[in-house]
């Protein structure tokens, strides 16, 4: 398969951004016909979190002087008209996101909505992708304040669980978990900072290190694409399972040639 078409692909939505529909797999052939012919960019994202269901409102133009509005199920099962069914929420672009103390009534600003995940092989949401605040440390008095945890994750982008959100109010997207659990979520990475940390922590296994310029690493969209050549099997598993350290990496794409294979 093309590596730029792996069904195992973790794709990035972002409002304001192009929409690349040959990424997403589960887009029902209809509505992927309405979008071909033309260049598309994402206005605001709908988004089910029982269901992880996706619909996108997005504008397509065709040329310079022609643009029409969109509403892109990602799946088959996803709501054709968003405002009408249940359980809907919609994320527009730079949206404040908040985690809901609801036994006290308080709302804990925790950073800034970039978009949303999928996985490209069914259109469903895998995460929330939020910025945290620059200065948390602004609104922390003592170790135990709420806020506190995110100090040590300030600026950097985390994937929270669809499930957590609540839905929107006038100050923004409401998650229904303590800043703590935004905190120890998983850091989002962009495919060359995955690749980054690839070499380094393949480059730490003192097994490996002989054989590092015979190998070959890429990554699109999460997909690991190993190539290359190693001399023993066992070195093949020992490089596996140092990728799946690495933040960001949703599958392995395993083409490598071991000798005497």
Not at 1 to 9: C, G, I, V, W
Not at 135 to 149: F, G, I, K, N, S
Request: hydrophobic letters at 45%; one cysteine or more; proline letters at 7%.
């Amino acid at each position: 398969m093309d590596r730029q078409l792996s069904e195992h692909a973790r794709v990035l939505l972002q409002p304001g951004k192009p929409f690349k529909s040959e990424r997403v797999f589960g887009i029902p052939a209809p509505y992927r016909e309405r979008i071909g012919g033309g260049s598309s960019e994402i206005r605001h994202l709908w988004l089910w979190p029982k269901t992880a269901q996706v619909t996108v409102s997005m504008r397509i133009r065709q040329n310079l002087f022609s643009a029409r509005e969109e509403l892109i199920p990602l799946s088959a099962s996803a709501p054709l008209v968003p405002e009408k069914a249940e359980g809907g929420v919609e994320l527009r672009a730079q949206m404040a996101v908040f985690c809901t103390d609801e036994a006290q009534r308080a709302h804990y600003r925790v950073g800034q909505l970039e978009g949303l995940t999928i996985a490209a092989r069914t259109g469903l949401a895998n995460g929330v992708i939020v910025r945290v605040r620059a200065h948390p440390e602004a609104e922390v008095a003592r170790p135990t304040d709420p806020l506190a945890p995110l100090v040590a994750v300030a600026g950097r982008r985390l994937v929270a669980s669809p499930a957590w959100v609540m839905g929107v109010e006038r100050e923004g997207v409401m998650l229904s978990v303590f800043p703590a659990q935004v905190a120890s979520s998983v850091e989002f990475l962009d495919d060359f900072q995955v690749r980054e940390r690839l070499w380094a922590i393949l480059n730490e296994n003192p097994a490996l290190q002989p054989y590092l310029s015979w190998l070959r690493v890429d990554v699109q969209d999460g997909v690991v694409y190993l190539q290359g050549r190693l001399s023993q099997a066992r070195l093949r598993n020992s490089a596996k399972q140092d990728i799946w350290h690495v933040p960001g990496v949703v599958a392995i794409e395993d083409r490598l040639r071991v000798e005497g294979d």
